[in-house]
């Protein structure tokens, strides 16, 4: 999928938008972070869901938009408000900062052999996934403990911490604590599987 330039410009300028009405202290330090690096032009993964230019900042979008359409059905008590709905679904995958490169790979198309590029790993912060975004997100403005669980736990029982009992403990207590931890996971799955184009 190829997303335009006028769409890249919408896209851009409703996230940075979104951050910015949350009044939160030095969220403008987070937002030149972001635009120094390679946030807006990096893709959500390597092959799988939006696996393109501008493809993070489309999922990071996506999973806003599900964590809205949640939050109206499951936080009928308001326990997570609209500044924290925007913070931890926009951010929470800010950790594929600096994540990918590009090179050229051979890739079978239609039974011949082409050139193409391809998407790689080239982590320069191997600081792990959820707990990577968190540590990202607090080197500028401060989290709440919800927002911290929720963007640390966003994987859900994808997370490779939860292959043993005190990380699948850990996510557990998390969930009872705070429906976000629950809600931005949903909306993180609901992104990837059912709104995205995924390679085959």
Same mark, same amino acid.
């Given at each position: 999928?190829? !997303?335009?330039? =006028?769409?890249?410009?919408?896209? @851009?300028?409703r996230?940075?938008d979104l951050?910015?009405?949350?009044? *939160?202290? $030095?969220i403008?330090?987070?937002i030149a972070?972001? =635009?120094? $690096?390679?946030?807006?032009?990096a ?9 393109f230019?501008?493809?993070l ?9 599900q964590?809205c359409?949640?939050? @109206?059905?499951?936080?009928k008590?308001? #326990?997570i408000n609209?500044?924290t !709905?925007? !913070?931890?679904?926009?951010l929470?995958? !800010?950790c594929? +900062?600096?994540f990918y490169k590009?090179?050229? *790979?051979?890739?079978k198309?239609n ?6 590029? %391809?998407y +790689?790993?080239?982590?320069v912060?191997? %600081?792990?996934h959820?707990? @990577?975004?968190?540590?990202i997100?607090?080197?500028?403005i ?5 927002e911290?669980?929720a963007?640390n736990?966003h994987?859900g029982?994808?997370?490779i911490r939860?292959?043993?009992?005190q990380? @699948?403990? %850990?996510?557990? $207590?998390?969930? #009872? *604590?705070f ?5 931005? $996971? ?10 995205? =184009? *995924? =390679?085959?």
């Open positions: 999928m190829e !997303i335009t330039q =006028e769409a890249f410009k919408k896209m @851009k300028k996230y940075v951050l910015k009405s949350t009044k *939160r202290e $030095n403008e330090a987070l972070f972001l =635009e120094k $690096n390679d946030f807006f032009d893709p959500s993964s390597m092959h799988y869901h939006s696996a230019k501008h493809g900042l489309l999922h990071s979008l996506n999973v806003y938009d964590l359409e949640l939050c @109206k059905i499951y936080n008590d308001d #326990e609209e500044d !709905i925007i !913070i931890s679904s926009l929470h995958d !800010i594929k +900062t600096s590009t090179e050229m *790979r051979n890739k198309i039974g011949v052999w082409k050139e193409v590029q %391809a +790689t790993i080239h982590d912060f191997p %600081a792990g959820g707990e @990577k975004s968190v540590m997100a607090q080197q500028f401060k989290l709440s403990m919800q911290i669980l963007i736990w994987m029982a994808f997370d939860c292959g043993d009992y990380g @699948k403990t %850990a996510l557990s $207590n998390s969930m #009872e *604590r429906k976000l931890v629950t809600l931005l $996971n949903m909306a993180d799955v609901a992104a990837t599987y059912l709104m995205e =184009e *995924r =390679e085959d």
